[in-house]
């Protein structure tokens, strides 16, 4: 699935929906390492962007969002429309990180709102 295919918009212009899927998921949970919270603490001192959490999060939301789309492409979708992320701490150090959308079947219409 390309990604010009996935949108959090709730359509994909030029084309149309010929199908709904359904919902679609990808969830992880990441907890950071001892080695990820000393030099996180570190970089805390000196302030700004805390390199080693930002590039967790960045895992675990690229993670998800592969989930998402193999699943999508599994039950025979070739788009995801209405993407979205979400976190929640399950506790101290454990994020879950869901991405979600609805997976479809589209089309691509001509200029005259046909096939």
Known sequence: MQKSMITSAFDLP????????????GITVRSRSIV??????IQ???????SIYTNLCEQARMEAYELMCKEA???G??????MRYDAT?????VT????????????????????
């Open 73 to 75: 492409r599994k039950n």
């Open 96 to 115: 879950e990180v869901l991405c979600y959308g609805t997976a479809v079947v589209v089309v691509p219409v001509d200029d005259n709102g046909g096939r």
């Open 36 to 41: 990820g919270n000393f030099f996180g603490g």
């Open 44 to 50: 805390t001192i000196f302030g700004g962007n805390i």
């Open 14 to 25: 030029g084309y149309r929906i010929e199908k709904n899927v359904g919902i679609v998921r």
């Open 89 to 93: 701490e399950l506790m101290a150090g």
């Open 77 to 82: 979708a070739n788009a995801i429309i209405a």
